[in-house]
């Protein structure tokens, strides 16, 4: 499997019984953070993509340039960073999304450092997102098969440590306030790929924006992981649903940080 895929069986965590369908739908931008071209689709690609058709204003911030992306031991890293990008931006085209942007570091050296979340929190200042989206980096083990790339659970460590406290204090980074970038604070957090979900958010009808979305990173949706990415997606949506009597959903661990 390419590095970011997540186990084919997702199992309920403990709060699944407690979960509830979806909040009211924000106002204002929504900003994704995820590790990996591709995490953002195969996590939440139903989610953002209604929020875009909505109108929200959706963007997407991913931490390395998924360069290790490969099993074949002759890719050139930088060759495979170029295409990972190209592919990003087109997915993010099926999304709908309002931008896309990629951080330099390295796939699989992701670390949650003070310049990377200055890095998010300048993006953060500058979108002054209503929601943040990442991923939940408390969830290690999915079932007996998977255990959660560090990549995945240092992107969630890292822009929660970004979003709150230091993206809304002046305290924080106060060379980007020098910059401009003033303290902005992030009202409510989604956590995606989470064992504790609380919300399951109705994505029915936008099964096939996602999997178009997810089909455009085809240096790693191809051969068998397209029909393993085609049979699984729409599983896990479906199991989902069935939580709050709809087709599709998407589950999520949602802090309200008002």
């Known amino acids: 499997m390419v590095e970011s895929a997540e186990p084919l069986v997702t199992p309920p965590g403990p709060e699944t019984a407690g979960a509830e369908a979806e909040p009211a739908p924000a106002a204002g931008p929504a900003l994704a953070i995820f590790a990996h071209p591709d995490d953002a689709e195969i996590s939440s690609g139903g989610t953002l993509a209604k929020w875009a058709s909505q109108g929200r204003e959706v963007h997407l911030l991913i931490l390395t340039n998924g360069d290790r992306g490969s099993e074949d031991p002759d890719q050139d890293r930088d060759e495979l960073a170029a295409t990972r990008a190209v592919e990003t931006e087109a997915a993010g085209k099926v999304l709908g999304l309002a931008g896309t942007t990629i951080l330099g570091n390295h796939d699989g050296e992701l670390e949650n450092t003070l310049e990377v979340r200055a890095e998010i929190v300048r993006v953060i200042r500058t979108i002054r997102p209503a929601t943040v989206l990442t ?65 399951y958010h109705d994505v029915t009808g936008f099964m096939d924006v996602k999997l178009g979305a997810l089909f455009e990173h085809r240096s790693q949706v191809q051969g068998d992981m397209l029909g393993i990415f085609k049979e699984w997606i729409p599983l896990e949506a479906k199991n989902a649903g069935e939580k709050i009597g709809v087709e599709h959903a998407e589950a999520f661990r949602v802090l309200s940080l008002d």
């Open 135 to 199: 991923c939940d980096p408390t969830a290690w083990f999915f079932g007996t098969r998977y255990f959660n790339h560090a990549d995945h659970r240092t992107a969630g460590a890292t822009a929660l440590d970004a979003t709150f406290p230091a993206a809304g204090s002046p305290m924080f980074f106060q060379e980007l306030m020098a910059e401009g970038f003033q303290p902005h604070k992030v009202p409510e957090v989604w956590l995606g790929w989470t064992l504790e979900p609380n919300t």
